[in-house]
Nanobody, 125 residues
Framework: VQLQASGGGLVQTGGSLRLSCAAS????????VGWFRQAPGKEREAVAC????????YYPDFVKGRFTIASDKAKNAVYLQMNNLRPEDTAVYYC???????????????????WGQGTQVTVSY
């Protein structure tokens, strides 16, 4: 499965962006989907995950209340709505998948193998 994240760009502090993830194969039959990011000089970290069978989400504390993950099975797409963006949100965002992770919590605490192409998000002061 080839993954492609899009929708990134340059935004001011407090602004919003909506990222989209498209896949060459059907990914929403997997137990969980998610969004991760990697800032320069930092390790990749999870920002949002969704269990596809019960819509349970997981967010780390640093994005709670600001980011929302959603899926559209008809379009085989996963989205990340990001509001109230901060400069520390600047990173390349990815929508990796790992069929071995059975829940949103598990995926967000894993190191997925299939990352695909990311999209750059830059938040200016």
């Amino acid at each position: 499965v080839q993954l492609q994240a899009s929708g990134g760009g340059l935004v001011q502090t407090g602004g919003s962006l909506r990222l989209s993830c498209a896949a060459s194969g059907f990914i929403l039959n997997r137990p969980a989907v998610g969004w991760f990011r990697q800032a320069p000089g930092k390790e990749r970290e999870a920002v949002a995950c969704l269990s596809t069978n019960n819509d349970i989400t997981y967010y780390p504390d640093f994005v709670k209340g600001r980011f929302t993950i959603a899926s559209d099975k008809a379009k085989n797409a996963v989205y990340l709505q990001m509001n109230n963006l901060r400069p520390e949100d600047t990173a390349v965002y990815y929508c990796p998948t790992d069929p071995g992770q059975s829940s949103s919590y598990a995926l967000c605490h894993s190191r997925p193998e299939n990352w695909g192409q990311g999209t750059q998000v830059t938040v200016s002061y």
